[in-house]
């Protein structure tokens, strides 16, 4: 596997249910990042991890649970979503350093539907 | 207000024509990352093209130019010679230096192209 990736690739899950999304990066680098993306709305940044260490949380509800338990791979676990949550869930990662040079690698996305 | 302003939420260009997808933003930082991605329909966003607010060229890679306009806040991406591969949405983003975790994404620019 190369590069960033996301499973699964699409999910269809009832309000009531518990799930997780998995994203695994193979580039070596040490920040991860997930994105929301809904239709006619920019990206909305959800979460970040720097390190493994959460170092933004961008007011998202508690229904959205990030797990960073190494630098390659990051979760997030849904329960008691809300149909407006059905989107694009975007994973990516980037090597973090002192520069601003350093572009975001994105995974191929979730496309989550709540029903 | 907004960071990156996308004022072309369409557009239809014919095929082997350039096309230029307009892109402004806002920032009092100095020191910054302007940055353009691909998203075709499959979902995954691809990275094509970094320009740093310092650089004085503007940058290329391939069929790709970034027309870098300091003084306006301006980053047009230019594409030469456009192929059909090239229908996509198109987002500018940017990333500044006491910000450096986090790239704020304007909110596209959906590209047509016409055989």
């Known amino acids: 596997e190369t590069g960033v990736t996301q499973t699964p690739r699409h999910l269809v899950m009832g309000m009531t249910n518990k799930k997780s999304l998995k994203c695994e990066q193979h580039?070596?680098?040490?920040?991860m990042y997930w994105y929301k993306q809904s239709a006619k709305k920019p990206l909305e940044l959800m979460f970040v991890?720097?390190?493994?260490?959460?170092?933004e949380n961008n007011s998202v509800p508690s229904r959205f649970s990030p797990e960073c338990p190494n630098s390659s791979h990051l979760f997030l676990h849904l329960h008691t979503l809300q149909p407006e949550d059905s989107a694009l869930y975007l994973c990516?990662?980037?090597?973090?350093?002192?520069?601003?040079?350093?572009?975001?690698?994105f995974g191929p996305g979730t496309r989550l539907t709540v029903t | 207000a907004q960071k990156i302003t996308q004022t072309q939420p369409g557009m239809f260009v014919q095929e082997k024509e350039a096309v230029t997808l307009d892109c402004t933003y806002d920032?009092?930082?100095?020191?910054?990352?302007l940055f353009w991605y691909k998203q075709p329909s499959s979902g995954e966003m691809i990275f094509l093209i970094y320009?740093?607010?310092?650089?004085?060229q503007n940058a290329t890679e391939g069929r790709y130019s970034l027309n870098f306009q300091k003084a306006r806040k301006s980053a047009n991406l230019v594409i030469s010679a456009s192929q059909l591969g090239d229908s996509a949405m198109y987002f500018c983003?940017?990333?500044?230096?006491?910000?450096?975790?986090?790239?704020?994404f304007g909110k596209g620019t959906r590209l047509h192209i016409l055989p």
């Open positions: 920032t009092s930082d100095p020191s910054y990352g």
């Open positions: 983003a940017m990333r500044e230096e006491d910000r450096d975790d986090k790239i704020i």
């Open positions: 991890y720097n390190f493994k260490e959460q170092t």
């Open positions: 580039l070596g680098h040490n920040a």
């Open positions: 320009q740093g607010s310092y650089d004085q």
């Open positions: 990516a990662s980037s090597q973090e350093g002192l520069a601003v040079a350093y572009e975001q690698y």
